[in-house]
């Protein structure tokens, strides 16, 4: 009691005081929230957050200064426990995306180490197989060997190209390679007729000659939404691929009937390892829809999917012509 402000204020204290409250009583003729410490005795400190307003006469003259202080230890606390919890977050995060990259790089690697053993495998059947003409038990297991390696490679892609997704690389693309894009759609869609015979795939392609595009990667794009089709859609009713350019936009579609796709699952659809209700023998990695997901970014576009009573659409909309980054 009846000592001055300055007297009782610690030595960071005088400094907030003359750095922070009083230029602001000096500008506004008040302040708030100022936090500073005040000295008890040689060693204590007491934390306190001052509010103050300064009255002023007629002509200016300083006529008195209120200042009021509350007693800050209990907030002071909880400020500072706010942020170590900050530091603490920040520093999970670090670790856990240090171990995400970690093991998408393990994959990476691990996906194309693959290859080897594999062609290897593949090479190996090719020679059994000039040694079992004549042999039908034989040329059957080959052939069945050489579905399992197919599937195995297609494994491998998917995971590559995941892991360049999750890299933060994304689906590479190649726009030197001319294939009519027309000429690969159609090629796709034999290859899903060969496989799924019993499935009829109604093609309405649009002169696609102006549309620039790695095209080999629209083919997987289109690939991986033809199999989406024929494992989830009904299969008595014709599939529908259809492909145009309006304007500068190059629109495509794949459309099948059935049942509708629940509006809770459409919102993880493109999300990877995320699968339907299927046989264990048609399981996959879950990876299909998410690569057609990137490989849609990658030229620039976007996947969008409308799902009711009468259809399931999954629909792709990019720019007819984009000039490669790379």
Known sequence: MGKQVHKILSFGGKIAFETHLAPMLRL?????????DLQVGDADKIPVIGNAKEKRGLNGEHLFTRLTLFKATERLKFERSLVEARARAEERFKNEHAQLELRDQFIAVLGHDLRNPLAA??????????????????????????????????????????ARGRLGTGIPLDYSNKDSLADVLRHVVQEITAVAVDVEIDCALADLE??????????????????????????????????????????????NQGEPIPEAAREKLFMPFQRGEVSNREKGLGLGLFIVREIAQAHGG?????????????????????????
């Open 121 to 162: 495998i593949a090479a190996g059947t090719w020679i059994l197989e000039r040694h079992a003409e004549g042999d039908e038990r034989t040329s059957t297991v080959i052939r069945e060997m050489r579905g399992s390696l197919a599937r195995a490679n297609g494994l491998i892609d998917d995971v590559l190209d995941f």
């Open 28 to 36: 506004q003729g008040e302040a708030h929230e100022i936090a500073f």
């Open 210 to 255: 102006a549309v620039d595009c790695d095209t080999h990667r629209i083919g997987q794009l289109v690939s991986n939404l033809l199999s989406n089709a024929v494992r989830y859609g009904d299969l008595s009713k014709p599939i529908l691929l259809e492909a145009g350019v309006e304007g500068d936009e190059f629109h495509l579609a794949v459309v």
């Open 302 to 326: 976007e996947m969008q999917v409308l799902s009711d009573r009468s259809e399931t659409r999954f629909q792709l909309s990019m720019p007819r012509t984009l000039t490669p980054s790379t």
